[in-house]
T-cell receptor, first 117, second 113 residues
């Protein structure tokens, strides 16, 4: 079974600064997808960024980028120019590309990000 | 396009009762997944339905069940509620394409007293 670990329960960043959230995972599979989701107080999980394991290029979405290290099984999220609206819980998630896996996600424990004005 | 809609948003039940939660996926999405979120256990996969068939099931007791209708709307049912069932229940839908991400609803907050 796959496991996802987020070692930072809480992080803090100054507005306009850069912060990196860590995520490691354990799998014996070679094909999979990795995601970062954001959960603000409204409770809705919002997709921030995704990465296909077969792609060597790191995914980027505006101020959000990832550092995907497949051999190290590491998938960190970098938020540049942090904004007050970035304050939320961030979850790293794994999805197998195995045919029978469907859309089952395995989530990490989450990192609470606080943004200081 | 409307997002994933979950009803109700809040629910208070008593131990031993049963409850049904509803989820309407994004139009055109045929996969619906359910997750339980608690402070202690985090986010855990309950089950997934695709084209009215359960495709995967997480490690939950048989008291947790679900179904999907022909219009892709899904319901989950919890029978004989226990205090530990208090949680945020999240529903997510996805398109057929395996690379497509999950889109989540706002969740149903269930409190069991």
């Amino acid at each position: 079974a796959q496991t996802v670990t987020q070692s930072q329960p809480e992080m803090s960043v100054q507005e306009a600064e850069t912060v990196t959230l860590s995520c490691t995972y354990d799998t014996s599979e070679s094909d999979y997808y990795l995601f970062w989701y954001k959960q603000p107080p409204s409770r809705q999980m919002i997709l921030v960024i995704r990465q296909e394991a077969y792609k060597q290029q790191n995914a980027t979405e505006n101020r959000f980028s990832v550092n995907f290290q497949k051999a190290a099984k590491s998938f960190s999220l970098k938020i540049s120019d942090s904004q007050l609206g970035d304050a939320a819980m961030y979850f790293c998630a794994y999805r197998s590309d195995f045919h029978n896996a469907g859309n089952m996600l395995t989530f990490g424990g989450g990192t609470r990000l606080m943004v200081k004005p | 396009k409307a997002g994933v809609t979950q009803t109700p948003r809040y629910l208070i039940k008593t131990r031993g009762q049963q409850v049904t939660l509803s989820c309407s996926p994004i139009s055109g999405h045929r996969s619906v997944s359910w997750y339980q979120q608690t402070p202690g256990q985090g986010l855990q996969f309950l089950f997934e339905y695709f084209s009215e068939t359960q495709r995967n099931k997480g490690n939950f007791p048989g008291r947790f069940s679900g179904r999907q209708f022909s219009n892709s709307r899904s319901e989950m049912n919890v029978s004989t509620l226990e205090l530990g069932d208090s949680a945020l229940y999240l529903c997510a839908s996805s398109a057929r394409d395996r690379a497509s991400p999950l889109h989540f609803g706002n969740g149903t907050r269930l409190t069991v007293t």
